[in-house]
Each structure stands twice: as structure tokens, then as C-alpha cells.
């Protein structure tokens, strides 16, 4: 059974930085792709960035320039360094993990508000 747990989140004033972590557990397939999904509120679920075991790293064109994925394999953890944060940033960001099939998180609240 493969378990993710996030931290980090939290309130957080425009232009401000934030950092998120998720940590996976169980069985994994090593050739996975680990990311970040987001879903603001009223709107679907969408991602913001990915990265595959070897290291490639794909972003969303919101977010890219602004936030950072990184991972660390033989731990099978994941991080997102969010900055310059804007309002439309807000929203439950979930950890994701595809290993032979989706896994997700169960998100943690990102809010951006003066």
C-alpha cells in the first residue's frame, strides 16, 4: 500500500515564498514520476509541476520562473519550492506519485491573500 504525506502550506502574504513537502511509503515502482497538482477553489484540479525519477522536470506555464520541484530518490520524497507568490496561486495543492498508477495526497491548503 503506497501512503503520500505532505507538509507545508499554510497562509502566506503575495509575493512570499512557501515550501511543501511529501513524503511517499510503501511499495514503489522506481521508474515513477512524482509532482504537485493544485485545485483553486471552484475549478478543477490541475497540475503545476512533475518530475520523473531521472530527474526531468516539466512545470505549468503559471508557475514556471516562480516555483521549484525538486526530489530525492532513495528517500522517495518530493518538494516544491513556491516564490513570488500571487492570490491566484491559492489552492489545496496535492502530492502525486504514478508508479504503474496514480497516487495521490490528501492536499494541503495554500492560501495567498494580503
Known amino acids: 500500500q503506497v501512503q503520500l504525506v505532505e507538509s507545508g502550506g499554510g497562509l502566506v502574504q503575495p509575493g512570499g515564498s512557501l515550501s511543501l513537502s511529501c513524503a511517499a511509503s510503501?511499495?514503489?515502482?522506481?521508474?515513477?514520476?512524482m509532482g504537485w497538482y493544485r485545485q483553486p477553489p471552484g475549478k478543477e484540479r490541475e497540475v503545476v509541476a512533475t518530475?520523473?525519477?531521472?530527474?526531468?522536470?516539466n512545470y505549468a506555464d503559471s508557475v514556471k520562473g516562480r516555483f521549484t520541484i525538486s526530489r530525492d530518490n532513495a528517500k522517495n520524497t518530493v518538494s516544491l519550492q513556491m516564490n513570488s507568490l500571487k492570490p491566484e496561486d491559492t489552492a489545496v495543492y496535492y502530492c502525486?506519485?504514478?508508479?504503474?498508477?496514480?497516487?495521490w495526497g490528501q492536499g494541503t491548503q495554500v492560501t495567498v491573500s494580503s
Open positions: 510503501g511499495s514503489i515502482f522506481s521508474a515513477n514520476v
Open positions: 518530475i520523473a525519477h531521472n530527474g526531468r522536470t
Open positions: 502525486y506519485l504514478f508508479a504503474l498508477r496514480n497516487y
